[in-house]
Structures are given as structure tokens and as C-alpha cells.
């Protein structure tokens, strides 16, 4: 699934890197992969603290009212229909 999949949509994609170089070392990453969603940056983890996640990557998924609907730690396959179906249904 293309993250431009999401465009028209009632959704946002948001990363958060914990790279400790920060800017310097996630601008080139998301140039490289053609990535065009905002980034956070939490050098010091402290949002992936916050959250309970210990591993990366981490996946969160946040319902239209703000609330926490569903957390992954590892890879998630968002070309698998029934992930992708998921969350296109959140979008409404």
C-alpha cells in the first residue's frame, strides 16, 4: 500500500524517528524512499515510552476521535487486504 493510497482520505500519516542524529540522518532516508509524511523527531524516545513500545518499528493506529485503537511492534505488511481494509474503514 502506497501511502498516496491515503490521499483524499480522512487520515494522516505521521513518523516518528528515534535516530539519534535526528534531522541529518531521517531527511535522506525519507528523500531515498520517496516518503512525503511529517516526522517527529524523538531522538531521546521518550514518545515510544510514553506508549509502552520497547522495539522498532512500531505501528500505531489512532481512531477519528484520538484514542489508541491498535499498536504492532515489528513490521506490519500494509499491502495484506485485511490490514489495509482496516484502516481505509477507520478513514470512513
Given at each position: ?14 513518523t516518528i524517528s528515534i535516530?539519534e ?10 528523500a ?6 511529517p ?5 531521546k524516545s521518550?514518545?515510544l515510552?510514553?506508549?509502552?513500545l520497547?522495539g ?12 489508541l485503537v ?7 505488511d500494509?499491502?495484506?487486504?485485511d ?10
Amino acid at each position: 500500500m502506497a501511502f498516496t493510497d491515503f490521499q483524499g482520505k480522512k487520515i494522516r500519516i505521521l513518523t516518528i524517528s528515534i535516530d539519534e542524529g535526528g534531522a541529518k540522518d531521517v531527511k535522506p532516508f525519507m528523500a531515498e524512499n520517496d516518503y512525503t509524511m511529517p516526522v517527529a523527531l524523538d531522538t531521546k524516545s521518550d514518545v515510544l515510552g510514553l506508549y509502552g513500545l520497547f522495539g522498532t518499528p512500531g505501528t500505531f493506529v489512532v481512531d477519528r476521535k484520538g484514542m489508541l485503537v491498535a499498536k504492532a511492534v515489528g513490521p506490519v505488511d500494509f499491502d495484506k487486504p485485511d490490514v489495509r481494509k482496516y484502516i481505509l474503514d477507520l478513514a470512513g
